[in-house]
């Protein structure tokens, strides 16, 4: 894996992928204390000293054990506005598997940042990490989410029924994936 993640920033056409920085902390917990962004994420919105400490962990990225998350914060170029967040979170190192995960806040939503944010993380994961499999694990009514992968062109490879609970609710979920070599023949 890469030694210093603390320096790894990526551009696109239209937004920079960067480590989140103290400054940030109110555009992140803006999203963060949101109900309608957690709605998909099986949770409630942190109390504030998790949200500090959320936040924290985040400013400190790291990929050297299962479960360790890699997060960059998503600024729009046009007004350095931190407008949500991408991470990888890595599975199994032997395996060489990452989840990737991302939250926006909602005010940006609709104009394809996130599909943009979420592109250039999945290459940083083949490039920079050398990942075999990226995938994404999905609640099945998060129709947005879905978009996005699937525009991707990531592969549906399961959709699990009742496989997590919230609030006495069963929800079901949809794993997409991609290998490095599709990934790479896709943007050849």
Same mark, same amino acid.
């Given at each position: 894996?890469?030694?210093?993640?603390?320096?790894?920033?990526?551009?696109?056409?239209?937004?920079?992928?960067?480590?989140?920085?103290?400054?940030?902390?109110?555009?992140?917990?803006?999203?963060?204390?949101?109900?309608?962004?957690?709605?998909?994420?099986?949770?409630?919105?942190?109390?504030?000293?998790?949200?500090?400490?959320n936040?924290?962990?985040?400013?400190?990225?790291?990929? $050297? #054990?299962?479960?360790?998350?890699? %997060?960059?914060a /998503?600024?729009?170029? +046009?007004?350095?506005?931190?407008?949500? *967040?991408?991470?990888?979170?890595?599975?199994?190192?032997?395996?060489?598997?990452?989840?990737?995960?991302?939250?926006?806040?909602?005010?940006?939503?609709?104009?394809?940042?996130?599909?943009?944010?979420?592109?250039?993380?999945?290459?940083?994961?083949?490039?920079?990490?050398?990942?075999?499999?990226?995938? $994404? #694990?999905?609640?099945?009514?998060? %129709?947005?989410? /879905?978009?996005?992968? +699937?525009?991707?062109?990531?592969?549906? *490879?399961?959709?699990?029924?009742?496989?997590?609970?919230?609030?006495?609710?069963?929800?079901?979920?949809?794993?997409?994936?991609?290998?490095?070599?599709?990934?790479?023949a896709?943007?050849?």
């Amino acid at each position: 894996m890469v030694p210093d993640v603390s320096m790894l920033t990526c551009s696109t056409a239209r937004l920079v992928l960067r480590p989140f920085r103290l400054e940030d902390f109110d555009a992140y917990s803006f999203y963060h204390q949101r109900e309608d962004v957690y709605r998909f994420l099986y949770s409630t919105p942190p109390a504030v000293e998790a949200l500090r400490a959320n936040f924290e962990a985040a400013m400190q990225p790291g990929l $050297a #054990r299962a479960g360790d998350a890699l %997060h960059l914060a /998503v600024e729009r170029m +046009e007004d350095a506005a931190v407008i949500g *967040e991408v991470l990888l979170k890595l599975a199994d190192g032997a395996a060489m598997q990452a989840e990737i995960g991302y939250i926006f806040n909602p005010r940006y939503g609709g104009s394809g940042y996130a599909t943009e944010a979420v592109e250039a993380m999945i290459g940083i994961g083949f490039r920079v990490f050398g990942f075999h499999r990226i995938f $994404a #694990r999905i609640d099945t009514l998060n %129709h947005g989410s /879905v978009g996005i992968v +699937e525009r991707l062109g990531l592969r549906r *490879e399961a959709h699990f029924i009742e496989n997590d609970r919230f609030d006495g609710v069963w929800g079901d979920e949809f794993v997409y994936a991609t290998l490095a070599r599709e990934w790479q023949a896709s943007r050849a």
